[in-house]
């Protein structure tokens, strides 16, 4: 295999695990906040106002970690930066042995 | 903005020398013209009477809306905060509803409109603190409840307000990115329902993101108000205490 096509299996490989990884811990996270605030809401449906707007707040705390997660993903596939030295390094040698 | 772009910053209409005129700007100015002309042609001939037109109803709706969150959160007079939380809001609520505008390329998709408006929170929560407690009093707000946590303090600012812009990045693109890649796969039942979804996610991250630069705003004053109604506790109760005689009086 060449250099160009072992970064570029790697790279999705690891956006892959990347996404995987990061979206456990937020999952259960929310998961375990949207289930307190529902039974807060059962048990004081007057309070569902200020319940619903601090679960929001609350899960996009939570959910930052998946973002990054995602950002992280969303780089190493549309804007990976060693994908695009090696393909500058690759044009040069060309340039250079043509 | 097709799959094979990673943000409308790259989508250039013009190049001047150094200067790109690219997507993020030309519909960070559409957005802008549509709040400006909207409004200025909503407010023109409003009426104070049982009717309205369905626009200044509109726009009643929102500014109430705004009006209450803010009060609610801050336990404050919302006035002098609903320019700037209002602006935050209205805007990328516009952006992201004009998302399903086939052409038009979400602004706060990209970086730098993100990191521009949390930039806007980074400077607003100290001037609104300055303007309420006063330079010094504000200041020290950092020095507590150590002088030892002043870096930390620091750092916590700007982190919080980092973490703000890439969470709105990051929901916007991922919006994006899921309805470009469903069009190329399945191209019309699974990316239209995605678009609705990623409509839902926009204004939820709109109200997010306001409802977080008050809670910053909030925060930055609040903690000097709590020391200053427990000194004002203190004294209450170490008045209120000594002699009998005034306490049978009362």
């Not at chain 1, 996404?19 to 811990?25: D, H, K, L, T």
């Not at chain 2, 303007?131 to 600012?157: A, H, Q, S």
């Amino acid at each position: 295999m060449t250099d160009v096509s072992v970064i570029g299996m790697w790279s999705i490989i690891i956006a892959g695990v990347t996404i995987a990884v990061g979206s456990i811990g937020p999952a259960l996270g929310e998961a375990r906040a949207l289930a307190e605030a529902l039974s807060g809401i059962a048990r004081q449906p007057d309070e569902a106002a200020t319940l619903t707007r601090t679960l929001f707040v609350g899960m996009a705390m939570v959910e930052s970690t998946a973002i990054y997660c995602l950002l992280v993903s969303l780089i190493l596939i549309f804007a990976n930066p060693f994908w695009k030295h090696v393909i500058d390094v690759a044009a040069k040698a060309a340039n250079a042995g043509g | 903005m097709g799959p094979e772009k990673f943000s409308p910053d790259q989508w250039v209409f013009l190049q001047w020398g150094s200067f790109q005129l690219n997507a993020t700007i030309v519909f960070t100015w559409v957005v802008m013209a549509v709040l400006v002309v909207g409004s200025w042609l909503v407010t023109r001939k409003l009426s104070s009477g049982k009717t309205m037109s369905r626009w200044q109803n509109l726009l009643e709706v929102v500014v109430l809306f705004l009006r209450r969150e803010i009060r609610s959160l801050s336990n404050q007079d919302p006035d002098p905060y609903l320019p700037f939380v209002g602006t935050l809001f209205i805007f990328i609520a516009t952006s992201s509803i004009l998302s399903i505008v086939p052409g038009f390329a979400v602004p706060t998709a990209s970086i730098m409109t993100t990191l521009a408006l949390a930039g806007c929170v980074l400077i607003g929560v100290p001037v609104y603190g300055i303007r309420n407690l006063g330079f010094g009093t504000y200041l020290r707000n950092y020095v507590r409840p150590t002088p030892l946590m002043l870096p930390f303090n620091i750092l916590g600012e700007i982190t919080r307000t980092a973490a703000l812009a890439i969470r709105l990045f990051g929901n916007m693109l991922s919006g994006v990115k899921i309805v470009s890649t469903l069009s190329l796969v399945a191209p019309l039942g699974p990316a239209v329902i995605m678009n609705a979804f990623g409509l839902l996610v926009g204004m939820i991250q709109a109200y997010i993101f306001a409802l977080l630069a008050m809670v910053y705003i909030a925060s930055g004053m609040q903690r000097e108000r709590r020391i200053r109604q427990k000194i004002e506790q203190v004294e209450r109760s170490r008045a209120s205490k000594p002699p009998d005689s005034e306490r049978s009086g009362q």
